[in-house]
C-alpha cells in the first residue's frame, strides 16, 4: 500500500487533445523497431506540433498481416481559439510527415488503423499515399482497403483511413529524488508498470526539465519550471519549492485514450516509483488551472 504521506496533497493538470492510434508491421525486429522509434522521438506538442509514443509491441498473432507490430499513439492539440477543421488539418499535415519520412523509408513496413470507436478518419491519400507520384493504387487486403505505394523497395502498404478520437493528454506526475540513481531506476520501474496499461503513452519517457506556462521568451515556447529547479535553491531562498532533501524531480507525462486509463496508469507507474531507495515523495505539475480543465488530484488514485 502507498502510504499518504509520500504522495502530496496535490493534483496534476491535463487536458483535451486527439490521436491517431496505429500498428505498424515489419519483417524484422530491428526495423520495427528503428520505425517506431524515430517516428515518435520528437514529443513536440507545447511547440505545436503533433507528438507521439510507444504504447505495445505486439505479436505476428495480433496485427492485421500476422508480422511482429508494434501500437503507436500520435497526439494533436485543441487550440480553443480556432475550430477543429484548423486543427486537424495542421495535424495531418504533421502527421504526415512522421509517416512519410519515418516509416515509409523503412523496408517492408505497413501502417493499419487500430482506433476503436473513432470521432472521423483522415484519407491518407493527399498527403502519403501520393508518395506514388500517381502510380500508387488502392486494394483490399486482410479486410482492409489499403492503399499500395510503389518505392523501390517494394512497396509501402497503408491504411486507406486513419482514424482520430479525443483523448487526455500531458497528465503527469514528478519523483522526487534524493540521489541521482533513484532518477533512472524509479523512473525506468514507472515507465514499465505504465506501459502494461492499453491505450497510454509517455511521450517524454523520464523527462528532466518540467516546465510552466509562463515564460519571459515566448518565442521558445515553455520554459524551465525554476521553482521546482534543485539548482536554483540557494539562488531563490524562501521562493524555492524544492524540499530540503530533494535534489532532482524527474516527471513522467502521459497521455492516453481516456481519463480512465490515464488514472490507472498514474497510480501504477506512482506504486512502482516509491518502491525505489531514494525517492523521497510523489509530486505532481499544475497550474492553477492554466493549462487544461482536468485535475487528476494523486491521493484519489488510491482511495
Not at 69 to 81: H, R, S, T, Y
Not at 180 to 203: C, F, N, Q, R, S
Not at 222 to 242: A, D, F, I, M, Q
Request: glycine share 8%; proline share 5%; charged share 30%.
Amino acid at each position: 500500500m502507498v502510504k499518504e504521506t509520500r504522495v502530496e496533497d496535490t493534483y496534476a493538470e491535463a487536458f483535451e487533445g486527439f490521436y491517431c492510434r496505429v500498428i505498424v508491421t515489419a519483417e524484422d525486429e530491428e526495423t520495427l523497431r528503428e520505425a517506431a522509434e524515430h517516428a515518435t522521438a520528437t514529443p513536440s506538442i507545447v511547440i505545436g506540433r503533433v507528438e507521439g509514443g510507444i504504447e505495445k509491441w505486439l505479436s505476428e498473432k495480433e496485427t492485421p498481416d500476422k508480422r511482429k507490430g508494434v501500437i503507436l499513439q500520435f497526439w494533436g492539440g485543441l487550440d480553443p481559439k480556432k475550430p477543429f477543421s484548423e486543427s486537424l488539418k495542421k495535424f495531418e499535415i504533421e502527421l504526415s510527415y512522421r509517416i512519410r519520412q519515418d516509416i515509409l523509408v523503412k523496408p517492408f513496413t505497413s501502417v493499419f488503423d487500430a482506433v476503436p470507436n473513432p470521432v472521423g478518419k483522415i484519407d491518407m491519400m493527399e498527403r502519403v499515399g501520393h508518395c506514388g507520384d500517381g502510380y500508387e493504387w488502392i486494394e483490399k487486403r486482410n479486410d482492409r482497403e489499403i492503399i499500395v505505394v510503389p518505392i523501390m523497395v517494394p512497396d509501402f502498404i497503408i491504411e486507406h483511413f486513419l482514424g482520430y478520437a479525443y483523448g487526455i493528454m500531458g497528465a503527469n506526475f514528478w519523483i522526487m529524488c534524493q540521489t541521482k540513481e533513484a532518477v533512472k531506476e524509479a523512473g525506468t520501474k514507472a515507465l514499465e508498470a505504465i506501459h502494461k496499461i492499453d491505450g497510454v503513452i509517455t511521450p517524454f519517457g523520464i523527462c528532466s526539465a518540467g516546465s510552466k506556462p509562463e515564460t519571459r521568451f515566448p518565442w521558445i515556447g515553455p520554459t524551465t519550471n525554476h521553482l521546482y529547479c534543485p539548482s536554483l535553491k540557494k539562488r531563490l531562498g524562501k521562493e524555492s519549492k524544492v524540499p530540503e532533501d530533494v535534489n532532482y524531480i524527474p516527471e513522467i507525462v502521459i497521455n492516453g485514450v481516456s481519463l480512465e486509463v490515464v488514472k490507472k496508469a498514474m497510480k501504477a507507474g506512482i506504486e512502482a516509483a516509491l518502491k525505489v531507495k531514494g525517492v523521497k515523495k510523489i509530486s505532481a505539475g499544475n497550474y492553477s488551472g492554466k493549462l487544461g480543465d482536468y485535475k487528476i488530484y494523486l491521493r484519489e488514485l488510491f482511495t
